[in-house]
């Protein structure tokens, strides 16, 4: 009792560990990706192969592979070493490393050590500007020499110096490009100057202190036109023109770049139509002149940071001039944090250079008591963590950098690596390198996945196997296939096109199924040779195919029915017992059985077709007893009713209105019209011992016909009021428009424009002269004509000399006499004439 306990208790913890995971794999190496499975090689086992230890148990599995576990095999481990006379320095260990990974499984741990050797060599190179302002250095750095020698000599006697020096593109705006330029660099013949240039490299890396001292002096000054300098091209020809430059292998890089000013970069070449970006190549001739300058842009920053990493050298900036610190904040020390050798800020050269000394020996101890150790060529697939307490004895930390090392102790990295992948990758075998920035020490590490079992390697597996018909490897219990053929023992031959074998017109399979094995495998719902049968396009029955699988099943389009049920559909019952009555009559012998239902004669109705619609003597034999159980009307009197109508019954609606009921008896219904033409409905129910009336308790009547009184004032009534509406309406707008009118009137009256026209009903004044002789010589030419005489022996000039004052107010009757003045003064009235000439 108690091992079956603990059986169970396994059986359960292995199910806990396995819980949420599910593996899956058709090969031994593929099942094993996954962590905690198993896989069974077994010859005959016919459960899955790849399962937990529980799933394999259970089916029955003798033989189960494991996953391996990661190794580490160290290839090289040549002990620390200073260096010195014809040996190499040696500061990490070890060497050369091999690791088999197992994908997706747990990390791995490979230990390296580091230690400073004192004897390492170091190649420096002193790139600046021949500008003015940097003259001071060129002084210091001839007699600080053998300063800077000794100083060095102390912590490695294998050093050398090389120099080169660093102006702008002879182009224009770079430098001056006037004639008087070309004889005189610097304007003036006073001062001797060189011609400009972009980048000279003057003396390659050299133990021989004397051959620097005189490079340094035949270092002349010169000038550009702009105030930034190009020392960006001189410093990519310094990290990338190695054997010219002089560059040794085992050896620490320092390039000391000393400037008073910012750099040209990347697109500055355009102001001066130089479009072509850097090639980060080296372009330097036999003279050490740097050939592109005028037809390559400056190099880029990020350019610059890459081949510092690519060539480990190990950048000291040294900014001097008034502006130092500015030039430092804004622009060197950002990039001196993003070049190797932890070198963060870049060094204050003071006014006469005399600090360059201390600037050497302080950034050389930094980059010798520092290490980082970074990688190369490592997959997105492989994780690296960097562990490490750098000798400190405190807790690991997750670190790359340790500092402050010294030449009597070393310090141990652990690197953590991880395989994350969960199939295997196409590339099974790299190779990738740790090394500490700024060195050439490396360790290579040989990386192998190790994706397959040791069963799928021979002698295990066995190729061209007779258990695969000679067309596949027999491994770890089942076929591994030759290209071509597949199934459990490479029976299928699928060397022929899919197109071939299980090609239509739609597709392969008629795109509802899979070729395998040269077969269509049809999907869900499908059927045929190359699945053109469509198995759900049958009709349906009761809301399923086919009637279900009860009534039969849809084969290629068609209903393939049980022997139970017939018809297009299913829908159609074999057996006839279900339209015998009692007495094993069909149909009640008024119809014919049809698909297990009867189909009644005319007449007939009911399941079995016994109730009968055209048999009107029941109805005409109980109307008289309907009407006077139901309203009291009719031939029978209320003696002849209870005595004759003792089975009819008043109930309020009838059962074959009743959706309800549930009542089988045999009836008909019936309707009839009394005598004041209402119809009557009532149900008669026919058995064989009795027959049962029921009365419905209401019955239709035909409405009257309308007064025709009521007719006529319905319709004046409504014309009156469409009448009083419209004149309401009228009578409202009216009131509307009247109140519209004496707005704009009121509103006229407080500013009043008036409109400047004439008013119809005014005429100005007209006046009508006359012309008194006109009427004279009609009216009284006789009475004239008889003082005619009178008046042309009259003269106006007496007039004019009795009336000096201009002949005012003389009347015509003080010349004529009086009759004939009054009659001219009645006609003339207040004419007068005045003559100015007379």
């Given at each position: ?22 593996c899956f794999g058709s090969r031994c190496g593929d099942c094993l990706m996954n962590e905690r499975c198993l896989w069974c090689k077994d010859q005959v086992f016919y459960a899955q192969r790849c399962g937990s230890y529980l799933e394999l148990n259970v089916s029955g599995c003798k033989e189960v592979v494991q996953r391996k576990s990661h190794t580490v095999e160290i290839l090289e481990n040549k002990e620390f070493s200073d260096g010195g006379p014809g040996l190499d320095p040696i500061q990490i260990k070890p060497q050369r490393i091999k690791i088999r990974l197992v994908p997706n499984s747990v990390r791995h741990y490979v230990m390296l050590h580091y230690k ?723």
């Amino acid at each position: 009792m108690f091992d079956i306990w603990i059986v169970i208790a396994t059986l359960f913890v292995a199910d806990e560990v396995i819980e949420g995971q599910r593996c899956f794999g058709s090969r031994c190496g593929d099942c094993l990706m996954n962590e905690r499975c198993l896989w069974c090689k077994d010859q005959v086992f016919y459960a899955q192969r790849c399962g937990s230890y529980l799933e394999l148990n259970v089916s029955g599995c003798k033989e189960v592979v494991q996953r391996k576990s990661h190794t580490v095999e160290i290839l090289e481990n040549k002990e620390f070493s200073d260096g010195g006379p014809g040996l190499d320095p040696i500061q990490i260990k070890p060497q050369r490393i091999k690791i088999r990974l197992v994908p997706n499984s747990v990390r791995h741990y490979v230990m390296l050590h580091y230690k400073v050797a004192r004897n390492f060599p170091l190649d420096l190179y002193f790139l600046h500007d021949p500008s003015k302002s940097m003259e001071n250095l060129i002084t210091s750095l001839t007699q600080l020499t053998n300063d800077i020698a000794n100083e060095i000599s102390n912590i490695t006697t294998d050093f050398r110096f090389g120099l080169g020096t660093a102006m702008d593109k002879v182009i224009s705006p770079f430098v001056r490009r006037d004639p008087k330029y070309f004889i005189y660099p610097c304007g003036t013949p006073h001062v001797y100057c060189d011609h400009p240039y972009s980048f000279l490299h003057r003396q390659s890396l050299t133990a021989d202190t004397d051959a620097f001292k005189a490079a340094l002096g035949k270092v002349n000054r010169t000038g550009n036109q702009d105030i930034v300098e190009g020392l960006f091209d001189g410093l990519m020809q310094v990290m990338v023109c190695g054997d010219k430059i002089g560059w040794r292998r085992k050896a620490r890089r320092m390039v000391v770049y000393a400037t008073d000013v910012n750099f040209h970069q990347a697109g500055d070449g355009r102001t001066a139509g130089i479009l072509e970006p850097n090639d980060g190549l080296c372009h330097l001739d036999d003279r050490g002149y740097y050939t592109k300058a005028e037809i390559q842009d400056y190099p880029s920053v990020g350019q610059i940071i890459q081949k510092a990493r690519d060539n480990n050298v190990n950048v000291i900036f040294v900014i001097g001039g008034e502006e130092s610190d500015t030039m430092r904040s804004y622009y060197y020390d950002e990039l001196a944090r993003h070049l190797p050798g932890n070198i963060h800020s870049a060094s204050a050269l003071s006014y006469d250079s005399n600090n360059i000394l201390d600037i050497i020996r302080e950034n050389y101890r930094k980059l010798r008591e520092t290490v980082k150790l970074s990688t190369d060529g490592v997959p997105e697939e492989l994780v690296l963590g960097f562990y490490s307490n750098c000798g400190t004895g405190r807790p690991i930390d997750k670190t790359n950098v340790c500092e402050g090392l010294n030449f009597e102790k070393w310090v141990n990295f652990t690197i953590a690596f991880q395989s994350n992948m969960t199939t295997c990758p196409s590339q099974r075998s790299f190779n990738m390198t740790i090394f500490p920035e700024g060195l050439e020490d490396r360790v290579r590490i040989e990386v192998e996945h190790e994706c397959e079992c040791d069963c799928q390697r021979e002698p295990e597996a066995e190729p061209n196997s007779t258990n695969c018909n000679q067309r596949g490897t027999y491994e770890c219990g089942v076929c591994h296939c030759n290209e071509g053929w597949s199934g459990d023992s490479c029976e299928c031959d699928e060397r022929l096109p899919e197109a071939e074998v299980c090609g239509t017109e739609a597709g392969i399979c008629n795109n509802v199924g899979n070729c395998t094995c040269s077969k269509c495998h049809c999907y869900e719902g499908y059927s045929g040779e190359m699945c053109e049968c469509n198995d759900r396009n049958c009709p349906y029955h009761n809301g399923s195919l086919c009637g279900g699988p009860d009534h039969g099943n849809c084969s290629c389009g068609k209903c393939l029915c049980t022997s139970e049920f017939s018809g297009a559909s299913c829908d159609c019952q074999t057996s006839k017992e279900s339209c015998r009555d009692h007495n094993g009559t069909m149909c009640s012998n008024h119809g014919v059985c049809e698909c297990g239902r009867c189909r009644c004669d005319v007449g007939f109705r009911g399941t079995l077709c016994d109730t009968c619609l055209a048999c009107p003597i029941s109805c005409e034999k109980n109307f008289n007893c309907a009407q006077c159980v139901g309203f009291n009307q009719g031939p029978f009197n209320s003696t002849m009713c209870s005595k004759r109508c003792k089975n009819v019954a008043i109930v309020p609606l009838l059962n074959s209105e009743d959706l309800d009921s549930n009542f089988t008896r045999n009836h008909i219904s019936c309707f009839r019209k009394d005598m004041y033409g209402c119809l009557l409905f009532f149900d008669v129910y026919d058995s064989d011992e009795v027959t049962t009336v029921h009365v419905k308790s209401t019955k239709r009547c035909s409405p009257k016909p309308m007064d025709p009184l009521t007719i006529g004032l319905g319709i004046s009534g409504a014309v009156f009021l469409a009448g009083l509406i419209i004149i309401v309406i009228w009578k409202i707008l009216i009131l509307i428009y009247d109140r519209a009118e004496y707005s704009k009137f009121e509103a006229e009256i407080k500013d009043p424009v008036w409109e400047k026209s004439e008013s119809p009903i005014y005429h100005g004044c007209i006046t009508t002269v006359q012309n008194p002789m006109s009427d004279l010589s009609n009216n009284l030419y006789p009475e004239i004509e008889k003082y005619q005489h009178k008046m042309e022996n009259t003269a106006l000039d007496f007039i004019a000399d009795t009336n000096p004052q201009g002949f005012e107010d003389i009347g015509i009757n003080d010349i004529f006499s009086d009759d004939l003045g009054q009659l001219l003064d009645r006609k003339a009235k207040s004419v007068h004439f005045a003559d100015d000439k007379k």
